[in-house]
């Protein structure tokens, strides 16, 4: 028999994708007990399904919020933490669970396959630097190269790799790790809404002595890109990424990085428009300096 498990989807609005996964999971070739946790993070319309425990919470919390709730009613030692919009196949928790065993205690991932290729699951620690390069407009061209992804923080040691590897954090949409380390380190910080959660909890694991590792398999199927506003998302992101570099770093490093690729992208889009391009410079370059002051002014 394999080890128990207690898998948490957080879920927020339309039910379709998540119903989706639990049939996924109904259909798992996985010898060992498994419970199903939805944590329903104050969705318009409140999630229902059959064969799986559905935690309703009263306010919409982000994701950490999400699984949080839903740990706190998770019965077995093995947390898995995931996504609902993915595919997965019916092997997937047999191939998960062997594959982590031999690292065990651990904080487990495994590949994720998007619609436009390969996920780079393993990530570095996040640095000011890699957030004010994401930003500089003048380099959005090279995303998707090996040598520039790495120059953003992303681990492509581990980028599909025919061999487990040791990271220093990864992306949280799938996560295999032990109940008692996650309730030990006191679960997600609930501070942040979306974003940066994953990696301020796998901070604190790495503390207590817990290592990350990324699988080559079981491979997952990933759609994302998510229905809400693409300038909320902006914000989120941003704000996230702020109160993270305060609570590890502190200090106006980040900000002042910030404000110096604003005006390098207006300086940058007045020469293009210079050269006939139709782009909006003055709104963008103001667009850019109120997503700072916002995620400035909420980093505590």
């Known amino acids: 028999m394999r080890p128990a498990l207690s898998i948490v989807v957080p879920h927020y609005g339309d039910p379709e994708p998540t119903r ?33 425990d559905v935690v309703r919470r009263d306010r919409n919390g982000g994701f950490g919020s999400a699984v949080n709730s839903g740990v706190a ?49 393993g990530r570095l620690w996040p640095r000011p630097r890699h957030v004010v390069l994401e930003n500089l407009e003048p380099f959005a061209r090279f995303h998707g190269r090996q040598w520039f992804e790495a120059l953003l923080g992303n681990d492509i040691t581990s ?14 949409i799938c996560l295999l790790l032990p109940a008692e380390d996650f309730r030990a380190v006191g679960g997600f910080d609930e501070a942040f809404f979306m974003n940066c959660e994953e990696v301020d909890l796998q901070r604190r694991l790495h503390r207590r002595g817990l290592p990350v590792i990324v699988l080559p398999q079981p491979l997952i199927r990933h759609q994302g890109g998510g229905s809400s506003d693409p300038a909320r998302r902006a914000q989120w992101l941003l704000d996230s990424r702020m109160r993270y570099h305060e609570k590890w770093e502190g200090g106006p490093g980040l900000v002042a990085g910030l404000y110096v690729a604003a005006l390098v992208n207006a300086v940058w889009n ?5 050269a006939g391009r139709d782009v909006s410079v003055i709104p963008k370059f103001e667009s850019q300096l109120a997503l700072i002051r916002h995620a400035w002014g909420n980093r505590l």
Not at 159 to 172: F, I, K, L, Y
């Open 73 to 121: 009613v998770a019965e077995h030692d093995l947390l898995l933490v995931l996504n609902s919009d993915i595919t997965i196949e019916e092997s997937f928790l047999a191939e998960l669970v062997d594959g982590a065993e031999p690292w065990m205690p651990a904080v487990v991932a495994t590949r994720v396959e998007e619609s436009f290729g390969s996920r780079c699951v």
């Open 20 to 52: 989706d996964l639990l049939a996924q999971l109904a259909a798992q070739r996985y010898e060992g007990a498994v419970q199903v946790i939805v944590s329903d993070d104050a969705s318009p319309e409140p999630f229902t399904a059959d064969g799986c």
């Open 270 to 274: 007045a020469g293009r428009t210079a």
């Open 159 to 172: 980028w599909d790799v025919p061999e487990p590897r040791p990271t220093d954090w990864a992306t949280g």
